[in-house]
């Protein structure tokens, strides 16, 4: 988005054009009249067998084909979008490590050359007899990994879709375990995932050291003389993201912990001079499995995800990235509506809850300082939070409340054990208790015993498991360090997947999304809440523009301080909330105008009649446009205090094609010459507009699917568009 009168947004015009047109004009699914983020045309997966000694799996956007003797190897993943192969090289279909002895799974050898592969080198490579040897497959269709139920507004529109094929492995060393490969594909995005299961059909205990679930031989990214793997770029084409990330950041790349891009010192044709060159993707989790798998167990590595790009522009691919979530995490795109209570007593809950009533609210959460204690199962608290639990079910209000995990000191004895000094300490978060501790074991007993008896509807769960590993050989749920990073994690996933089943809300600032929870923070300093609300409205705006380049709306919360926050003077705060309406208002629109939800912080969410209709008001616009407003963002410009600054949410299926938020941090009324490009919202010729409910006005699209509009937006103020 421009105006007319500046050349920062005539090049921002300029740069859009270029990436539509190579858009749409690649090779492939993508044509002037066909690109999967915008058209909604159905692109089925296909798995197709031909003569018993192939299978491709195909969706029109990717493709990737396997042969099936003499051992079974993929020699083919191709972005149908663009046309580019993304392989260079057969390899293993996936590495274990089985009581202490390493094995490849799949794969053939015999290809002298790495930096490319052709199709009939396959007629002279071999398999080797110390692998796994495949044996069969089986095709069936995509189904969820966990049950979950929706009992909040949720913008989820239809189930994922797509096609699944298993292949079976033996080897001689291990004549009673089932060893299965699984490929998933979907329907209508780039995106495929893999995992790999076990099952011990012997009577012998089987020890997992390690599962690399996934190898690929991937076309570098650049070609660079000096630069190590680490330095050097990586494959942009494919998004990978799995269900092992943990550590706080709030982020998916930071958080992953199981993806990892190293060299190939025999693809010796490379560029690089030391054979550095990013060019293999494994991912298995760095400290090993480390369990042992008894006589009837199961086991499920890490799941992997694979998103294919098309572009490198930045928008596009979280948009891709965005699309990858609604299907694999749809538990994510419910939204409820809900304020964060500060409470010292029961009436205050009550009262609490009657003003979610008046105003539109539909949850209320017990925030972390308030008088809950959800560790506490005895008698006499379980009714008494029972009893505050039907009180809101009665007048149609969800509630919750807030734990705290990690970072606390609970004890030497149940505290995770430093493998450096085999003390208590060196956690993540400095002092912290083991999951698999008995108070870790005991904690997550008492929490599914509070949710089961009072009827609890959310959970906040601060600092869920992080990573850390444990020395400890004494606590019950572990052996010792070899096994306790892999056991508390599934722990941590069991209890959110419980919950998830149960149609409980989660809130966790840790990235748990492929196993159960639904929101996460969307990215803020905390102490910025102590500062005057003038600036917490610039960088609250900020942190909407950064925290949903990758997330859906619904999959972050903000923060809005009702009462004081991490320090801060009467400037910070909202409370008395009449004497401050103004700005309450505003970032209340600056964030339901986002779609983001935030913790409204404090006793109340009103306190005089003025500013209840004030609440109620925005509360009912945002309800009004609840579908576009939790539509995925498009930006147009960061906030930076000097100038106009806003976003457009984009639906290109919805009845609103898009909704624009913009505003003015001076002092002055603006009044600007617009440029809004509406590619992604599928509007191509003509667009109807209203300015704040104004009535709808047609106007022509240029060539650029851009829509020039002349906008008024109010000293310190915001204004608002609706497209169709």
């Known amino acids: ?85 993304m392989l260079r090289t057969v390899m293993p279909e996936a590495r274990i490590i089985l009581n202490g002895k390493t094995y490849r799974i799949g794969g053939l050898i015999g290809q002298e050359e790495r930096g490319y592969f052709r199709k009939e080198w396959l007629d002279d490579m071999k398999s080797s007899p110390e692998d796994f040897q495949y044996q069969s497959y089986e095709i069936g269709e995509i189904t969820p990994h966990f049950p979950t139920k929706t009992v909040f507004w949720t913008g989820h529109k239809k189930d994922a879709t797509g096609k699944k094929v298993s292949f079976s492995y033996t080897h001689p060393d291990f004549e009673n375990l089932l060893l299965k490969v699984h490929y998933e594909l979907f329907d209508d995005i780039p ?101 042992d798998l008894m006589p009837g167990e199961n086991f499920q590595s890490i799941r992997t995800y694979e998103l294919v790009l098309d572009s490198y522009d930045r928008e596009r691919n979280g948009l891709a990235r965005r699309k990858m979530y609604r299907a694999l995490a749809p538990w994510t795109l419910q939204n409820p509506i809900f304020m964060h ?41 379980i009714a008494r939070w029972k009893g505050l639990a039907d009180y809101a079910h009665q007048k149609g209000i969800k509630i919750g409340g807030y734990s705290l995990f990690s970072s606390r000191k609970i004890s030497d004895e149940h505290d995770v054990i430093s493998p450096l000094t085999l003390r208590p300490g060196g956690a993540f978060f400095g002092n912290a208790p083991c999951m698999a501790s008995q108070w870790g074991l005991e904690y997550l007993g008492k929490l599914k015993f509070f949710f089961e008896n009072t009827g609890f509807d959310i959970f906040e769960n601060d600092g869920p498991y992080p990573g850390d590993v444990c020395a400890s050989t004494s606590h019950p749920g572990h052996k010792g360090l070899h096994d306790s ?22 809130n966790a600032p840790d990235w748990y999304f492929l196993d159960g929870t639904h929101k996460i923070a969307l990215g803020y300093r905390e102490v910025n809440f102590s500062l005057p609300r003038e600036r917490q409205k610039i960088l609250n705006r900020q942190n909407i523009h950064d925290g949903t380049w990758e997330k859906t709306p619904s999959m972050g919360w903000g923060f809005v301080p009702l009462t004081a926050y991490h320090g801060g003077g009467p400037e910070a705060v909202l409370e008395p ?39 109620i008001s925005v509360i009912d616009w945002y309800k009004k446009y609840r579908d576009i407003l939790n539509a995925d963002i498009i930006r147009l410009r960061r906030a930076d205090g000097r100038d106009w600054d806003g976003w457009m949410h984009v639906d290109p299926q919805g009845r609103e094609k898009a909704f624009v938020m913009l505003f003015n941090p001076s002092k002055e009324p603006m009044s600007k010459d617009m ?46 568009i609706v497209i169709k």
């Open 1 to 85: 988005m421009h105006t007319s009168t500046t050349s920062h947004f005539s090049l921002f015009g300029i740069v859009l054009t270029i990436v539509i047109f190579w858009v749409c004009g690649s090779v492939g699914a993508q044509t002037e009249n066909a690109d999967w983020l915008v058209d909604g045309n159905s692109r089925r997966a296909e798995i197709t067998v031909l003569e018993a000694k192939e299978i491709h799996l195909d969706n029109g956007l990717i493709r990737r084909s396997f042969v099936l003797t003499p051992n079974l190897a993929c020699f083919d993943f191709t972005n149908l979008m663009t046309g580019e192969q």
């Open 485 to 506: 990073q892999w056991v508390q994690i599934n722990l941590q996933k069991g209890l959110y997947q419980w919950m998830n089943a149960r149609g409980i809300y989660i």
């Open 191 to 291: 995106l495929m995932g893999k995992y790999l299961t076990l099952e011990n059909r012997g009577r012998k205990n089987i020890r997992i050291d390690q599962v690399v679930n996934e190898i690929l031989g991937i076309v570098e990214e650049e070609s660079a003389v000096v630069g190590s793997t680490e330095k050097m770029k990586k494959p942009y084409q494919l998004y990978i993201e799995n269900n092992f990330a943990f550590n706080n950041a709030m982020h998916a790349e930071l958080s992953s912990q199981a993806t990892h891009w190293k060299p190939d010192s025999s693809y010796t044709s490379q560029v690089n001079y030391e054979l550095r060159t990013p060019s293999i993707l494994e991912v298995y989790p760095e400290r090993g499995i480390g369990i």
């Open 577 to 615: 909330l009449s004497e401050h309406l103004d700005d309450y208002k505003q970032l209340m629109m600056q964030y339901y105008g986002a779609g983001v939800q935030a913790c409204y912080r404090g006793p109340r969410l009103y306190d005089t009649e003025e500013t209840k209709a004030m609440v």
């Open 675 to 720: 440029v809004i490009p509406l590619y992604y919202s599928g509007l191509k010729k003509q667009a109807e507009v209203s300015i704040e409910d104004k009535g709808f006005q047609g106007f022509p699209l240029n060539e650029r699917q851009e829509l020039r509009l002349r906008i008024e937006i109010p000293a310190d103020g915001y204004t608002w």
């Open 341 to 381: 209570l500060v409470s010292k007593n029961d009436a205050e809950v009550r009262t609490a809850i009657d003003q979610c009533v008046a105003t539109g609210y539909e949850a209320l959460i017990l925030s972390f300082g308030s008088h809950i204690n959800m560790e506490d199962i005895s008698p006499e608290n």
